[in-house]
């Protein structure tokens, strides 16, 4: 699987945006990026997914630039509950590969 | 149940001591995972099943670490003759389906809220 790069840390005023990048210049044709996050003392939630497309659900947005090096997870309005560590994780499909953690972007969200 | 339940959510065990760590996981799922987390660390991939085979126990540490589930269901961790560096949180996941998939949502893991293992 391809490994990821994300900034360690980033702040978000409630109710702004919340634009987390994600780079993962090796990956190749058949992995998918994931997104998933963790909240202080509970287990990894899954977000979303996607393969080239941008992808949208009640929870987040992905975009994924043309070359697929690099991506965005955007939480159109951050709240507090927001504040966790937020994983990108790059997956080939037709594999029985685990998913393998980085340690992600500590986003925390503020008043 | 509704998630994947783990127990115990927290354990103190003496140096040497053995431990299980047990996973429920969601009802009709095929594949179950377990990941260590260290403080301050991402989690890491120890071993997965398929029902009731272990297809994948690469991740584990030493052969102090044994993970079953023998009918397919609930799978059981355990740690023999622990050590300090055992110390960590253990997660447990599952899906639907069997890893591999061509399906792209078949990679969707469900996590537990994990246990937390103190080696004192």
Redesign the interface.
């Known amino acids: 699987d391809a490994k990821t790069t994300q900034p360690p840390s980033m702040d978000c005023a409630e109710g702004r945006a919340a634009n987390l990048p994600c780079n993962h210049s090796t990956i190749s044709g058949n992995e ?1 990026v ?1 997104w998933y996050r963790q909240i202080h ?6 977000i979303i ?1 996607g ?1 080239k497309n941008n992808e949208t659900n009640e929870m987040a947005s992905l975009i994924i630039t043309e070359d697929r090096k690099s991506s965005t997870l955007i939480l159109p309005h951050a709240t507090l509950r927001d504040t966790a ?1 937020y ?1 990108c994780i790059v ?1 080939a ?12 972007t500590r986003l925390q969200v503020t008043l | 149940g509704a998630g994947v339940s783990q127990s115990p959510r927290y354990k103190v065990a003496k140096r040497g001591q053995d431990v299980a760590l047990r996973c429920d996981p969601i009802s009709g799922h095929v594949s179950l995972f377990w990941y260590q987390q260290a403080l301050g660390q991402g989690p890491e991939f120890l071993t997965y099943f398929q029902n009731e085979a272990q297809l994948d126990k690469s991740g584990l540490p030493s052969d102090r670490f044994f993970a079953e589930r023998p009918e397919g269901s609930v799978s059981t961790l355990k740690i023999q003759r622990t050590q300090q560096e055992d110390s960590a949180v253990y997660l447990c996941a599952s899906s639907l389906r069997v890893q591999g998939g061509l399906a792209s949502g078949a990679n969707v893991l469900t996590f537990g809220a994990g246990s937390r293992l103190t080696v004192l």
């Open positions: 998918y994931y003392s509970q287990g990894p939630q899954y997914h393969l560590v994983y997956r499909t037709g594999t029985a590969s685990k998913l393998t953690f980085g340690t992600g």
